[in-house]
């Protein structure tokens, strides 16, 4: 489980163009964002996604209670969590099927959640201008809908947390 921000100052990426062209990307200035609460189950594929205009804890919260509700009733996830300030909030209200794993600091490529944020950014949201935070709205969301399950498993693949015998 990760949060990332995307927005009008968004990322510029490679671009085809033809040998000895000098192709132009746009790098827009304004300052609108939009966040993306994401969870993700490697092995499935199966995911969980919320866009919010900021991150902090009453917004975890609502993310929190949306996938403890997603889950099925006898299933029970451990969330594996950098340390944001809003993950280990005393005010965070965590659902009876929901546990979490915070990461050592400074660790992010321990996050399978992380790879996403490059892929989504990387594939659907650079090099484009966005005109204002609706356009962010559903430009995250047309993004996070082209997700199939196994790109996912593919993207959020993290060999330390298969058990091979």
């Known amino acids: 489980m990760d949060e990332a921000r995307f927005g009008q100052q968004g990322t510029t990426t490679r671009i085809w163009a033809a040998t000895g062209s000098r192709p132009t990307a746009v790098k827009q200035t304004r300052y609108e964002w939009v966040y993306l609460y ?3 189950e490697p092995a499935t594929g199966v995911s969980v996604a ?12 609502v993310f929190l209670k949306m996938l403890g509700q997603e889950l099925g009733p006898l ?3 451990v969330l594996i969590m950098d340390q944001a300030g809003w993950h280990k909030s005393r005010a965070l209200a965590l659902p009876d099927n929901i ?16 790879r996403l944020w490059a892929y ?9 201008v966005f005109e204002d935070y609706k356009h962010l709205l559903d430009a995250g969301a047309q993004a996070w809908q082209r997700l199939t399950p196994e790109r996912l ?3 959020c693949a993290c060999p330390y947390l298969t058990h091979e015998e």
Do not use: F, I, K
């Open 38 to 40: 994401a969870a993700v």
């Open 50 to 61: 919320l866009q919010a205009p900021q991150v902090n804890t009453g917004t975890m919260n």
């Open 75 to 77: 299933d029970h996830a």
């Open 99 to 114: 546990s979490v794993l915070l990461l050592p600091p400074y660790s992010p490529e321990l996050n399978p959640v992380e």
């Open 120 to 128: 989504l950014r990387g594939h659907y949201l650079s090099n484009r």
């Open 153 to 155: 498993r593919s993207v």
